[in-house]
């Protein structure tokens, strides 16, 4: 492991595999101004596919398609943006009036000047957003005069766009949709923005999802007791042990939901009668089975779950699926260092959500009457203290967030009273231990609170695989006099004497932190030969 940090840290030494998972929960307080390399060789598999998908929010840009961050000029913050938004100024061109776009017209507003471009059906004039936009006017350029809703899943899904650019909006494109998504339509006519009914997203969740050649979708059944409906998934695969249900119980609506690799399983009801507001959720990991238990509210007999809802029963890629969000309340916060803070996050009584390793949620808060989202990963419950686990403070999620002074989330969450409340979305990211298995070099880079999925990782690699070396090696770059480990920053030298690549190993490296780092991690992988499909980037 490699790390570099702004205050001293209390080194672990390398040992056993026991004491070396000691010496991490012991010091992670002392990791987050760092940045980290983990080392875990003969252990794990690349498979034959490539990870992550091509277009995947998780994969490094391909070159020449910088995400780069770039210097805003001085008033041209977020803050500065949503000021001018609310300012009257005319930032269509149109003077307030809503057209239908067609293909044709969207193509001729293609300059600096006059920039219009459409994301899911909706057609937008960004000139004025082109000084704003954190990655640069060249990078918002590439999304002028077409439909860029690929490119914009690619690097920003998380961004609520409706909400920042809500004043920017031209119309809807003039597209005639098939009939299945007409049909669709009709059912959520009731949807509308600025007045403008919201047509179908460019990639439709199916209604049904056509089956293999082989049935390795999942499916369910259910039973009832007197005082209990009793809904089993068979997932026809292993779960990883951190589980992958993801439950939420609304009123009479309840939505289910199973994170498998890549895929996402759906069952959405409204349901037949009343119940408690309460769920429990069972998981037999080894099979594949999870039981989601539901109190009913009178001990009468149902004759079915209930009326299938949108989507129901369908089997489709995550990034299809549209995020779920749910209330939770900030129950606690916990100092770690002089700049990051432990968020407790209790989940609403009908919600169960396990994450699986890998994956982050997105916490969205409206400020100044705008919608801002940031992905994060939650804590292994094991880095927390026992004195604020969340058994005791009755937390569900744990997030590890770094404040920084002119962030503006991070600044409204360090000042967020007890008791308030965040929307919580996702969980979300296709990372599974299947593309662990034909791994021989597995290299972890992280800095600061990108030590999170990292952690997650180490556990279940050395839960779940056998015969494994784990080497970590620290590294700080502001040590105190103290400090007798390595000193300096990450660059080429530290890395090759770091990243071996044996012959015919196969190799994953993982990268996260805050942007610069992962910048330049990651260009410097790449000038160590290791190609996209051996390098990972976790969000948050």
């Not at 992670?28 to 101004?33: A, E, I, W």
Request: glycine share 6%; proline share 6%.
């Amino acid at each position: 492991m490699l790390k570099e940090d702004d205050e001293d840290c209390r080194a672990a030494k390398r040992g056993n595999i026991s004491a070396v998972l000691s010496a991490i929960s012991s010091v992670v307080s002392g990791f987050l101004g760092n940045w980290i390399c983990f080392k875990a060789s003969e252990m794990l598999n690349v498979p034959s596919q490539s990870f992550p998908a091509a277009g995947s929010q998780q994969r490094v840009a391909p070159t020449g398609q910088s995400r780069n961050k770039v210097a805003l000029k001085p008033g041209h913050s977020l803050l500065d943006w949503i000021r001018l938004t609310k300012s009257g100024r005319d930032l269509t061109g149109l003077r307030g009036r809503l057209i239908e776009v067609t293909e044709e017209e969207l193509k001729k507003h293609n300059t600096r000047n006059d920039c219009w471009t459409c994301i899911r059906g909706m057609v937008y004039n960004v000139s004025a957003y082109m000084d704003f936009h954190p990655g640069g006017e060249e990078e918002l350029m590439r999304a002028a005069g077409i439909d860029s809703t690929d490119l914009f899943d690619q690097v920003h899904r998380w961004v609520n766009y409706e909400s920042m650019l809500k004043e920017c909006l031209v119309g809807r494109m003039a597209v005639k949709p098939s009939p299945a998504l007409r049909a669709q339509t009709e059912k959520t006519e009731s949807a509308h923005m600025n007045g403008l009914s919201v047509p179908p997203p460019s990639r439709q969740e199916p209604l049904s999802s056509p089956l293999p050649a082989k049935d390795h979708r999942p499916r369910y059944d259910w039973f009832q007791t007197d005082g209990t409906v009793n809904i089993i998934v068979y997932t026809k695969r292993k779960i990883p042990s951190a589980g992958c249900a993801v439950v939420d119980l609304q009123g009479d609506t309840l939505r289910v939901e199973m994170l498998l690799g890549k895929m996402s399983y759906l069952l959405y009801w409204r349901l037949s009668s009343e119940v408690q507001g309460r769920v429990d959720v069972q998981t037999a990991h080894s099979v594949g089975k999870v039981q989601v238990c539901l109190h009913k509210s009178v001990k009468d007999k149902w004759t079915k779950v209930g009326q299938p809802l949108e989507h129901h029963d369908t089997f489709i890629q995550c990034k299809d699926r549209e995020l779920s969000y749910r209330e939770c309340v900030l129950v606690s916060k916990s100092d770690v260092t002089h700049d990051t803070q432990v968020l407790c996050l209790q989940l609403p009584p009908g919600s169960n959500m396990q994450v699986p390793v890998g994956r982050h949620v997105y916490l969205k808060t409206s400020l100044q009457g705008t919608d801002v989202v940031k992905p994060y990963t939650p804590v292994d419950q094991s880095l927390i203290p026992p004195s604020q686990s969340s058994a005791e403070m009755g937390s569900d999620l744990n997030l590890m967030i770094k404040i920084y002074p002119d962030g503006l989330l991070t600044s409204h969450l360090a000042s967020l009273p007890i008791g308030s409340s965040l929307s919580v979305g996702g969980p979300e990211g296709s990372f599974s231990m299947r593309i662990l298995h034909d791994v021989t070099h597995l290299y972890m880079l992280a800095a600061g609170t990108g030590f999170t999925p990292m952690a997650r990782l180490i556990r279940l690699a050395l839960q779940d695989l056998t015969s494994i070396r784990f080497e970590v090696e620290y590294v700080l770059s502001e040590p105190t006099d103290s400090w007798k480990g390595r000193r300096g920053r990450i660059d080429a030298c530290m890395l090759q004497n770091f990243l071996e690549r044996p012959e015919k190993a196969r190799c994953l490296v993982c990268v996260c932190g805050p942007t610069r780092f992962t910048e330049l991690a990651v260009q410097l992988v790449r000038q160590l030969d290791f190609s996209e499909e051996e390098i990972l980037i976790f969000q948050g």
